[in-house]
């Protein structure tokens, strides 16, 4: 099997600026991308696709291609199923078939979860899509709230049911997926309805850096965790 690891890494990050290339912990964002990629030892090859320059030294200087974005990949609402599908035309004569799509600012992915990934997809045939999931409470639990902060029950007839009768439900934790290429250009997404498969993480490993406050609490907890 021929593995690619894609890092996308759109220089444009309204909530917090320069998001990929920031200072966290020490290190530029992006640089726990690359350093899990190359320590996970199953790439052909890392592609970071990036509308930077000063993005695409970082690649290089870590041992990754650079390939610069088209004007249809560069913009706000650029879908990252596109990215994909331009840099593996891109690569397409060397025949990939899986490839990592790997969250540029996700300073807690490891080598070894990239690698738990990868097995899942290859041990279960039917996959089309590995990506980690952190919980996300129990689904009788949910709630409504308008603007005034009203609240609004939905399911009211579960308010004394204890939890461990009740049925966890999970979220996406934007850290990577691995997907097979045939999948991606047969299906024209990156999941598909029934054939996606998720590996279980830990809230902290899964938290997401989307605004300044996200960012200043994960450093704190990457501290704490390392």
Not at 20 to 38: C, D, H, M, P, T
Not at 82 to 87: D, G, Y
């Amino acid at each position: 099997m021929k593995n690619l690891c894609l890092i996308p890494a759109r220089a444009g990050s309204k909530r917090v600026p320069n998001k990929n290339v920031k200072q966290f912990a020490g290190r530029a964002a992006i640089e726990y991308s690359l350093r899990a990629a190359r320590e996970a030892a199953l790439f052909e090859r890392v592609v970071v696709s990036t509308d930077s320059d000063r993005i695409g030294v970082y690649a290089a200087k870590n041992g990754a291609a650079y390939l610069k974005r088209s004007s249809k990949t560069s913009g706000d609402d650029a879908q990252l199923y596109a990215v994909v599908m331009e840099v593996l035309k891109h690569y397409e004569a060397e025949m990939f078939d899986n490839v990592c799509i790997l969250y540029p600012c996700a300073p807690f992915v490891t080598a070894q979860q990239i690698t738990d990934g990868y097995t899942i997809l290859e041990m279960q045939k039917e996959a089309d899509t590995v990506f980690p999931v952190t919980s996300a409470g129990y689904f009788e639990r949910m709630m409504r709230m308008d603007d005034d902060g009203k609240i609004d029950i939905v399911f009211s007839e579960f308010t004394e049911v204890p939890s461990q009768e009740m049925q966890p439900v999970y979220q996406h934790v934007g850290a990577w997926f691995w997907c097979r290429v045939a999948s991606l250009l047969f299906n024209g997404t990156i999941l598909p309805a029934d054939t996606c498969y998720g590996m279980y993480v830990a809230p902290w490993e899964g938290w997401e850096i989307d605004t300044e406050i996200d960012w200043m609490v994960a450093e704190k907890i990457y501290e704490a965790t390392h």
